[in-house]
């Protein structure tokens, strides 16, 4: 009966149509929010990601997310690495500063001071084969490649700015993943950032710890914060803090969330309404197989087949919508505004609620059909 | 069997039926009793609002009755439950209506595979099958064909096909002449007593139509939710009815 399922959804194409275009819309609203809610909460742990190798972060308590960071005493280096199991720990600046472009133009930007003898933590990606030692050249600093030429006047390796009246002298390029105040990130060392930057009593804002070989870092994140009375996460973990505070104390989720809803409201009245008008229409043919012994289950795995047919096509119609509305995006936004990402995982949820959502706008069609009399025929 | 020898098809004792409530109550079925033989073609006549298409619904299991005993060749249909009852239908009774009630979606052959997809055939099967069927009906021509693209005489026979492609025990049909001309009426009448009748099947038309009456073996006049009286027309025969 299959077959006969779907000979019916085809035959009648305006109703056809009319349900696949509206869960592609849905599928379409619902991806895309999606994905720029996914970018944008990745966003608010970018510094974390933009700071590679250490496994694990110290910083003062309390913290709530890792752009909110009290310094820490320079003596909190030492106690850290002396504890079991930490291989090596360095100091990690983090400042907002006032960069003066040669435009005179101001820029507020990240300040990012890695400890001045290994500079590890640097950035995830170099680029034109610049190393993390382009750091040690005098005034050295590595700005973010998109940012040099979105916000910071196309500036290019050679070329100087000037961080709080310091002169800085730009020593390559990186690559970093986006902050969710969209500030361009300048990595420079830990001693010249100090010096850079307006003074404070501490300026240490992050110890940065590797984990010994075999050592369970979370384990070793336990033994810190007993040691020592601070913080320690791991890199997942200070990025998941981050994350649940945006998720909870912002109205971020909740925005999206309304968004989201609608997307799947609409998805669930076009699809649900025309999928009742639909079976509706074939009320009386419903009702002849019945007479010719079909059984109820027959009739609600017909119906079921067409509403996920309809259902699977929008979903691909609707994704590959907003695949393009991506690469449009991509094409003509500006790097260092990229916020929305294109993730499987993002596709398969939708797809999962999209089924979801025409099984649930069928159960309007459902009901009719289990109390549909046979007898109508003869009506 | 009775004592003429004809095997009982369908039996009625005591039939009632009734639709609505308290003072709105219509009791389409008063108490109908009946008999219907294998290798008849009973028609059902009466006024409108008789009871024929409810006794219709009631003998083919589409419509439960209130009271009394139906046998469909010996089986209650009280009996069984709602599936059950589906599923006998699908293999004992094949259904003709008034307004044929073809999918407009399907093609003539896939219309008449319809009973047989039902049952579970395979659709290649089950569509060589419609074909045969509709090639005895004299569509051979137009398997492929959409009901819009056919006459209400091509679509009553295609209808017919649907009816009889099981190869059911009990073919029930609602006035399968009422959307036809009289000349083709009686074309498609002549086809459905030619392919439909048989020693092992009886046929059950509900009709106003009198200008087909003589494809009829019998005839049973209802008025107000009764069988008033039946009337031998062919060659069956019953016990103590009128000739």
């Known amino acids: ?379 | 069997m009775n004592q003429n020898g004809n095997t009982i098809a369908v039996q009625c004792r005591d039939v009632q039926k009734s639709f609505g409530q308290g003072n709105a109550v219509n009791h389409a079925l008063a108490s109908v009793n009946l008999d219907v033989f294998a290798g008849e073609l009973l028609m059902l006549v009466g006024p409108s609002g008789c009871g024929k298409t409810t006794l219709l619904s009631v003998i083919a299991g589409i419509l439960n009755h209130d009271g009394g005993d139906i046998h469909l060749f010996g089986q209650n249909l009280l009996a069984l439950g709602n599936n059950a009852k589906a599923r006998f239908r699908g293999h004992n009774v094949g259904f003709a209506f008034q307004q044929f009630n073809l999918l407009p979606q399907l093609t003539a052959v896939e219309n008449a595979a319809v009973p047989l997809l039902v049952l579970g055939w395979p659709r290649r099967k089950a569509l060589d099958r419609a074909g045969d069927f509709l090639d005895k009906m004299g569509l051979g021509t137009r398997l492929k064909s959409y009901p819009r693209e056919l006459s209400g005489g091509q679509q009553q026979r295609i209808a017919f096909a649907r009816a009889l492609v099981h190869e059911p025990k009990l073919v029930v049909c609602d006035e399968p002449t009422s959307a036809l001309d009289g000349k083709t009426g009686e074309q498609v009448i002549g086809l459905l007593k030619a392919l439909a009748v048989r020693p092992d099947r009886a046929v059950i038309v509900v009709t106003h139509d009198s200008r087909i009456f003589h494809f009829s073996d019998r005839i049973a006049h209802m008025e107000d939710g009764r069988i008033v009286y039946t009337v031998i027309t062919g060659n069956i025969k019953t016990d103590g009815e009128k000739q």
């Open chain 1, 1 to 379: 009966m299959n077959f006969v399922a779907l000979r019916m959804l085809v035959g009648d194409r305006v109703k056809y149509i009319g349900i696949i275009i509206g869960i592609a819309l849905a599928t379409f609203l619902i991806s895309q929010q999606l994905n720029i809610f996914v970018g944008l909460m990745r966003s608010t742990y970018g510094i974390v990601t933009n700071i590679s190798t250490p496994d694990i972060w110290v910083t003062n308590r309390p913290m709530e997310d890792v752009d909110d960071l009290r310094p820490l005493s320079d003596d909190e280096l030492y106690r850290v690495k002396a504890i079991p199991g930490v291989l090596w720990a360095t100091r990690l600046f983090r400042e907002d500063v006032q960069v003066r472009l040669a435009d005179g133009k101001f820029q507020t930007c990240l300040l990012l001071g890695l400890g001045d003898q290994a500079l590890v933590g640097g950035p995830p990606k170099l680029l034109n084969g610049v190393t993390i030692n382009a750091l040690r050249i005098s005034h050295g600093v590595l700005v973010d490649a998109a940012y040099a030429q979105d916000k910071l006047g196309g500036i290019k390796p050679g070329q100087t700015m000037q961080i709080n009246g310091n002169r800085a002298l730009v020593t390559g390029l990186c690559r970093t993943a986006l902050s969710f105040q969209g500030l361009p990130i300048i990595y420079t060392t830990y001693s010249r950032a100090a010096n850079w930057a307006p003074v404070q009593r501490h300026q240490l804002a992050v110890i940065l710890v590797k984990a010994r070989p075999g050592q369970n870092p979370s384990a070793l994140c336990r033994r810190i914060a007993r040691r020592t009375g601070l913080e320690a996460y791991t890199k997942a973990g200070i990025a998941s803090k981050t994350f649940w505070y945006y998720m909870k104390s912002t109205g971020i989720p909740i925005n999206f969330c309304i968004t989201i809803s609608l997307g799947a409201l609409v998805g669930i009245a076009i699809a649900g309404q025309t999928l009742y008008q639909f079976t509706h229409d074939n009320l009386r043919y419903l009702g002849a197989l019945k007479a010719m012994g079909a059984t109820d289950f027959t009739l609600v795995r017909m119906v079921l087949l067409q509403a996920i047919v309809t259902g699977l096509l929008g979903f691909g119609i609707g994704i590959g919508i907003s695949g393009a509305a991506n690469m449009l995006i991509l094409h003509f936004t500006p790097p260092s505004e990229r916020l929305a990402v294109f993730l499987w995982q993002i596709m398969a949820i939708t797809g999962v609620g999209m089924i979801f959502i025409v099984i649930f706008a069928s159960l309007f069609s459902l009901v009719s059909v289990v109390k549909l009399e046979p007898a109508v025929v003869f009506k």
